[in-house]
């Protein structure tokens, strides 16, 4: 690229810029983004992020160039942004495999709606990237396209199941992503890739067209290099879809004004933030003692800001996550109806998938789903766990209003990135793995990780915090204010510059 343009680290802001300047074309930008992805994800330290290349991505760059030469306008808030999508989400014209060896060449006739919105805000849909076989695990244990490699750490996992999302990003192999989170699928990779990623209140964003794995928490939404991509991307993805129910959630929301207004470096001024400390792992642990040290900065850093610290509690926290632990329940019956709703694709169920063996073996929580019930309510102890989901909300809102706290925050993961040779050798389980982010996906809550530093390894480490249903706005002014405190963020060095990218 010989125009001086640096795609390193580029954000959504200096893009646009180099558009207007004329400095930049979208298509030469998009030839970057394919070179770095050949050099990088396909060649040298094989990543394995990217499933799927958008065959048409340079014709629609050039369009998108015509049109900027034409009108002399950007055609929305993401012209020219090339975005990469996890492939639990169909796009129109581009192979989706959810994961799954099952479904491979299978080409939506359909965007997803939060695609469609992307498209419609003018961006440039560049690839599909890596998630375990129906976003099943923690791990990237897919059965479509195998191991995606940590570009900090390559013996390590990069953690899911957005993985191929947050190694994209944070290898600049694309502008921003579009992932998806039920558990924490969205928060933990951009916690493993020193991201930004935020898991919004259930409904703010569209599910259709994206497979389910619990409809009562999943929840699409940015991964992003910084916050402000993020609200960017929020402003558009956000709204009502008719064909998801769910989406009244916008309407309830009453936004006022856009997203990207919120953002306020001086948001930590007088900010009272509740520090769950029992949401670290102990100190004695050599996993967890490296991810402790790099958090107790990240409160200095905090207090440093502006913000007050009030140590709480949440009790027999362990209990409230069993007790509202729903994808045995739901699995089945939610992604089922997915998958029957497409007669063209070529297995109609999971438990006809689990029967054919066409998925990753060590996939827990999938074997789990298909031996569920075909209804929730028959599952015993259905309405109980319903009901303790809403008990769980209610005690973390009043640890919040009785501290008059505007957030909660504590340590996204317990420890860093695992080792493939740990996954291997069965360390750490599926469903015992020690993520913090249950906690805000069972409670219905937002939640927004953001880079908290590293540890003596060179592992990121990412902070979450968590608020009240709703308040995205206040997630975004507080994760905005520590990013510009701290600037924790950094490219990989597995995936440097090219002489084509800057």
């Known amino acids: ?65 015509e ?5 002399g306008e950007l055609t929305g808030s993401l012209h020219g942004i ?17 994961g799954s060896i099952a479904f491979e060449g299978y080409v939506p006739k359909a965007d997803a709606t939060a695609v469609a919105r992307l498209r419609a805000a003018g961006a440039l849909i560049l690839a599909k990237t890596t998630l375990p076989d129906f976003a099943t695990s923690w791990f990237t244990l897919s059965s479509m396209s195998g191991p995606t490699k940590n ?16 190694v994209a990003v944070a290898a600049n192999l694309a502008a921003v992503g579009l992932g998806e989170d039920t558990g924490g699928s969205i928060r933990l990779p951009s916690s493993f890739n020193n991201l930004v990623g935020l898991k919004v209140t259930p409904g703010l964003i569209s599910r259709t067209g994206s497979s389910p794995i619990v409809i009562l928490q999943d929840a699409p939404g940015p991964m992003a290099r910084t916050v402000a991509d993020c609200a960017i991307m929020m402003d558009v993805l956000a709204g009502y879809d ?30 009272r933030l509740g520090f769950v400390r029992h949401l670290l792992g102990a100190d004695d642990d050599p996993d967890a003692a490296p991810v402790n040290r790099v958090v107790e900065q990240a409160l200095d850093a905090l207090r440093d800001a502006g913000a007050t610290l009030v140590e709480v509690t949440i009790p027999d926290l362990d209990e409230w996550i069993m007790s ?11 992604l089922n109806a997915f998958l029957a709703a497409r007669p063209e694709l070529p297995m109609r169920s999971v438990e006809e998938i689990v029967a054919a063996k066409q998925y990753h073996p060590q996939l827990e929580m999938l074997e789990l789903m298909a031996a569920g019930p075909e209804e929730p309510g ?54 015992a793995f020690p993520t913090n982010t249950l906690i805000a996906a069972h409670a219905g809550i937002p939640a927004i990780t953001v880079p908290a530093g590293f540890t003596t390894e060179g592992l990121p480490v990412g902070l979450e915090v968590v608020g009240m249903p709703y308040d995205e ?15 924790h963020r950094r490219p990989p060095a597995s995936a440097p510059d090219l002489a084509t990218g800057g």
């Not at 049109?67 to 009108?71: G, I, P, Q, S």
Request: some cysteine; proline content about 6%; charged content about 20%.
């Open 82 to 98: 090339p975005v990469v999508v996890k492939d639990q989400i169909e796009t129109e014209g581009i192979v989706t495999t959810f």
């Open 473 to 487: 706005p206040t997630l975004l002014k507080l994760g905005y204010a520590f990013e510009q405190a701290t600037r």
């Open 1 to 65: 690229m010989s125009s001086g343009f640096d795609l390193i680290e580029a954000t959504i802001e200096d893009i646009h810029a180099a558009y207007r300047g004329g400095s930049l074309t979208c298509h030469d930008l998009v030839a970057a983004y394919l070179a770095r992805i050949e050099a990088y994800d396909r060649s040298g330290p094989e990543l394995n992020a990217i499933v799927t290349v958008n065959p048409q991505a340079l014709a629609e760059a050039a369009r998108l160039d």
């Open 324 to 334: 509202t632990l729903l994808i045995g329940a739901h699995g089945r019956h939610d």
């Open 242 to 271: 008719p064909a998801d129910p769910y989406t009244t959630t916008h309407r309830v929301a009453r936004l006022a004004g856009r997203y990207v207004d919120h953002l306020d470096a001086q948001g930590l001024q007088g900010a």
């Open 378 to 431: 028959d599952h015993p102890g259905y309405f109980e766990k319903r009901v303790a989901r809403e008990e769980l909300q209610r005690l973390i809102l009043n640890i919040m209003a009785s501290e008059d706290l505007a957030a909660l925050c504590y340590p996204t993961v317990q420890v860093g990135p695992p080792t493939f040779a740990e996954l291997d050798a069965g360390k750490w389980p599926e469903l």
């Open 151 to 166: 570009p900090y750490a390559l013996d390590r996992d990069p953690g899911a199941s957005s993985a191929g999302n947050g």
């Open 67 to 71: 049109e900027l030469a034409n009108t």
